[in-house]
């Protein structure tokens, strides 16, 4: 497994993660368990303050989708980065955090009423518009309200998979956006500039996720670009700022091989002052929005190991007290993971195996065939890399408990996400009255 950040093999033959035992972290806070390396973290987010703010004044909205808490939003705060949120609900826990809502992003591409009317009340920086349905709806909120909303328009610019599978967002048949092409995102402009109470500020696109081709980046700069020039000679507008979104790959496994920060900012804001000079049109401020490349890597989740099934001449399953609840990448889009068993980092590898999940599900596999030392049960696996889009896509299938998290540094492990009990399992569940038996019409009713 390469080490990330702050990992290191201690003087115990551990892996430590922030100063901080992984054995001990597992054996104090339990297993599953996440863990947010700190000064990773931070160091994700300097990277793109630097590569993008100071260098070229572009700026960084971090995509809370990846991963998101109270904690991390103080974090994001910090270190002086905005944020892309998409849901009431990640409005609410960036107001309870406290985030200054100036520098707030709120995405989606099915805003509810309720949802538009919050980012309203809370007085969000920019509102990204993804259709005519959502223009009409929010023109009229803002009237109700005596407000304008500051917006951008979200649009799709019709780039296909042609350098990465994963680029699924950016084509023309997508759920996202207004499509350049066939002039609708020209006629939402031109109805946007048109209402009171929109105040129409630039344009966003996002191509996808885990992207190694700095090339789709400048692409879809230029395809932008070009429609930016063509709505300012239809309309006379100009985009004071451009959103390209978020994308940037990271190393999960042996065989990827990212770009920097800085060759990603570099394409990018090149490509648009390139396109701007030779269009003849102001170059707008380039927003971008990373989520996975900041967190992804700061996350480890360590697990114990439990039952070994050795199928003579077939495998070896290594099983493992979490799986797909709590990591669902590999089952949905067979995302590839490293791991190390951390009470025996020093040790060499022996054997190759395959590490199971817990849940009912054939699929429910993290890992297939890695070399490990030899394990038995009760040691600790950790699987790197696991800061985005696990714990924001984790599910309680099977009734497993959400793990808790912590935030490592200095030698300091913090929780700040407490783990999930089965009385918080229940706790939703209603009885109605016909269904009750005995002392059992208690449980349901407690909280
Ligand atoms: C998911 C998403 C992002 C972040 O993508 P990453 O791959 O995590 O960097 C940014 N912007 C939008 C609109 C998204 O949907």
Redesign the pocket.
Known sequence: MKLHGTMRINDRGHLEIGGCDAVELARQFGTPLYVLDEQLFRKNCREYHQAFTLKYSAEVIY?A??LFNMAVCRLVEEEGLGL?LVSGGELYTARQARFPMARVYF?GNNKSFEELALALEYKVGRIVVDNFYELELLNRLAKERHVRADIILRLTPGIEAHTHEYIKTGQIDSKFGLVIENGQALAAIKKALEMDNINLRGLHC?IG??IFELESYAHCARVMMGFVAEAYKETGWTAEELDL????GIYYASGDRPPSVQEYADVLVNAVSAAAEELNVPAPRVIV?????ICGPAGTTLYTVGAIKDIPGVRKYVAVDGGMGDNPRPALYQARYEACAANKAAQPAAEVVSIAGKCCESGDMLIWDIALPPLEPGDILAVSCTG?YNYTMSMNYNRLPRPAMVLVGGGQADLILARETYADLVSHDRLPARLRKGKLSNVASAR
Do not use: T, V, Y
């Open positions: 995509a989708k990846a892309d995405h996002h996720s885990q979104g978020g994308g940037l929005e990373p989520g996975r490349s985005a």
